[in-house]
């Protein structure tokens, strides 16, 4: 494969921040890396914010080990002072304490970049979506969902796990990190939620997770009353299980929706799943941490597992079906 030409890398780094984040002129961006990060969109990224008359910080953290890691108090104490965080490093910590601080109490915005490279980010998934359409798609789904009551997900592999909604939040992650304490994940995009605590109960088949990737053995959960009560499933069944002896709730099912958006996703070997999770038929749960999602659980773990080929009701009415968008 041929490496994007710097052009096309600037162009689509230059939409990201300025149509996506809104940047302007004299704002102060924060540029989280680690030693994993690629030299190239790191150049890229802090030309667009030097065309922007803004002001750029680059920090190098330690290279998380998972999801969610968080790096040294200093790094975390420099979220607060900036008005848009971009994250490059390996994984995410877009689910973690010093983020919700950063956003929602001191007005931040966040763009989730973690480990790309030029040819992700300037593959039509990244570059050439309609962002405008998926973000009106989401604000349909969102409208039937917070008015909806029970949830439920369905697929050929034998996933069937119910919820109760009523009166949920919903929101989307669809590019858009203009308004204050937003953030936008790429690739776009999904709209996610959570249920009552305490109402998601049956079985989810995940045959991706964040931290392993494309599973070898798709792992078959059994979840009760919102919490993961049974793992089955390979090798990979084992390390999960042994992980979550280790983190105070880690198997509680806070996250509900990633309901995935961007038909031109696809599959991807990276072990973080973002790209498979936010594609059109797929979805995934969040496991572990939910205070995002006015949830009441909290954990130093957050891990996403995708279901393929999904079917989502919302009272029984199919909304998502053959990978389409039915409302």
């Known amino acids: ?16 921040i300025m149509t996506c984040a809104g940047l302007s002129e004299g704002e102060h961006v924060l540029l989280l890396t680690d030693e994993t990060s690629n030299a190239d969109v790191i150049d890229s990224v802090l030309g667009v914010v030097d065309n922007c008359h803004a002001l750029a910080s680059k920090i190098e953290r330690p290279a998380p080990k998972r999801p969610h890691d968080l790096p040294p108090n200093p790094v975390i104490w420099a979220f607060k002072g900036a008005d848009l965080i971009i994250d490059l490093s390996k994984f995410d910590i877009t689910h973690t304490l010093p983020i919700r601080v950063a956003l929602f109490d001191y007005g931040n915005r966040l763009l989730d970049l973690t480990g790309m490279t030029p040819e992700e980010l300037t593959r039509p998934n990244i570059a050439d979506i309609d962002y405008e359409k998926i973000n009106e798609q989401a604000e349909r789904l969102i409208q039937v969902l917070e008015n909806g009551k029970t949830f439920r997900y369905l697929s050929p592999k034998g996933t069937n796990l119910t919820a109760d909604i009523t009166n949920r939040s919903w ?3 669809a590019g858009m990190a203009k308004k204050r304490g937003t953030f936008g994940v790429f690739p776009i995009g999904e709209v996610l939620g959570s249920a009552v605590h305490g109402t998601v109960n049956g079985t989810a088949v995940i045959e991706f997770l964040a931290l392993f990737g494309k599973l070898k053995t798709p792992l078959t959960m059994t979840v009760e009353k919102g919490w993961v009560t049974k793992v089955e499933g390979g090798e990979e069944a084992d390390e999960l299980k042994e992980m979550w002896e280790k983190v105070e709730n880690a198997n509680y099912v806070g996250e509900l929706g990633g309901i995935g958006l961007n038909p031109l996703n696809a599959p991807s070997d990276k072990i973080d799943a973002l790209e498979v999770m936010m594609k059109l038929g797929a979805a995934h749960i969040g496991i572990g941490d939910s205070l995002d999602f006015g949830q009441r659980i909290a954990s130093e773990m957050h891990l996403n597992g995708t279901m393929l080929d999904v079917t989502i009701e919302v009272d029984g009415k199919a909304v998502v079906a053959d990978e389409k968008i039915l409302v």
């Open 1 to 16: 494969m041929s490496r994007p030409n710097k052009q096309k890398l600037d162009e689509v780094c230059s939409m990201i």
């Open 171 to 173: 929101y989307a992650l």
